[in-house]
């Protein structure tokens, strides 16, 4: 198995920053396309920026513009830089392949809170 670990999430106001941090138990960065998603209590998981192995980003209209997605394949580290926050960002966030396939498991994931 391939596992995820999240990082980087925590209780910030409305307008604010986070950076969450995934790293990989195995180099799969360089060699996937990978991505990041978010579950809203009651809600579907939605992805919402993904990054090609060629290193192409693409957002979910409701993040764009606000979040960027990086990764650093000598560090096997993908980022999310995730800026103007609102109250509705608040979730736990994951990092993943796009799309998923085994044997990358769903890591904990981080949750990121935002108040009003």
């Known amino acids: 198995q391939v596992q995820l670990a999240e990082s980087g999430g925590g209780l910030v106001q409305a307008g604010g920053s986070l950076r969450l941090s995934c790293t990989a138990s195995?180099?799969?960065?360089?060699?996937?396309?990978m991505g990041w998603y978010r579950q809203a209590p009651g809600k579907l998981r939605e992805l919402v920026a993904g990054?090609?192995?060629?290193?192409?980003?693409n957002y979910a209209d409701s993040v764009k513009g606000r979040f960027t997605i990086s990764r650093d394949n000598a560090k096997n580290t993908l980022y999310l830089q995730m800026n103007s926050l609102k109250p509705e960002d608040t979730a736990v966030y994951y990092c993943?392949?796009?799309?998923?396939?085994?044997?990358?498991?769903w890591g904990q994931g981080t949750q990121v809170t935002v108040s009003s």
């Open positions: 993943n392949a796009v799309p998923t396939y085994l044997p990358v498991t």
């Open positions: 990054i090609t192995s060629g290193g192409s980003t």
């Open positions: 195995r180099n799969i960065f360089s060699i996937s396309a």
